[in-house]
């Protein structure tokens, strides 16, 4: 703040509480740092001043120009998490499908950085705006055949983090199915590829129980 000419001494200054002031006539500054027990919303304030004579300027609590600074010490929350596959069957996922994660954040500020998302081996795309996000990855080779996993992370303007969602809120989850795998019997000589479904296949491809296998 800018002192008058007859303000010659700055008596206090307070941001919720004592602010450390520092600067010369005419110009001061008031700084604290702020305390988890301190209350979320608006930062106020008072400056009070007075000259060397004691007399008291009106104690100002207001600024005059800019914005006020908003306190928030409570993390984002990720309510709701949902996961599909491109493929014709939403619950699978095979090499070059598409996974895609559908999910929300809730913050008492309405503001959040960007959410950071892997799926299965990667990083997903994410893409959205508050409150509703999606997070999109092409699966690959590198991931491992069974559940699709996933972790959701997010943090607030003042990065406050979310805990972490590694699990859906509703609907079922993603199976990554590697491709078909080259077989050979050695009493035969038979190349089969054996593509193993939702159930166990022998490696010669004479039983199978809910698989496909093609020779």
Not at 37 to 48: H, K, R, Y
Not at 112 to 118: G, I, N, R, Y
Not at 158 to 174: D, E, I, K, Q
């Amino acid at each position: 703040w800018v002192s008058t000419p007859e303000d010659i001494e700055a008596a206090a200054a307070a941001l919720s509480e004592g602010a450390t002031v520092a600067g010369a006539y005419p110009n001061f500054t008031a700084t604290r740092t702020m305390l988890a027990g301190d209350a979320e919303g608006v930062v106020p304030f008072t400056i009070n001043v007075s000259d060397k004579a004691g007399n008291a300027a009106t104690q100002r609590t207001a600024v005059t120009g800019g914005s006020n600074v908003t306190f928030d010490r409570t993390a984002p929350t990720i309510p709701t998490a949902t996961i599909a596959s491109n493929n014709a069957t939403p619950t699978l996922a095979y090499t070059g499908d598409i996974v895609t994660l559908t999910f929300t954040v809730n913050d008492t500020s309405g503001q959040v950085q960007t959410p950071v998302v892997t799926i299965g081996a990667g990083a997903g795309i994410v893409s959205g705006a508050y409150p509703n996000f999606t997070a999109a990855r092409i699966m690959t080779t590198a991931d491992v055949q069974g559940t699709v996993a996933f972790t959701i992370g997010v943090s607030d303007m003042p990065c406050n983090a979310a805990t972490p969602r590694t699990a859906l809120t509703s609907g079922s989850n993603v199976t990554f199915m590697k491709p078909p795998t080259a077989t050979t019997n050695a009493a035969s000589g038979i190349t089969s590829a054996v593509a193993t479904l939702n159930g166990t296949v022998s490696s010669n491809g004479t039983s199978c129980t809910g698989t496909t296998t093609t020779s």
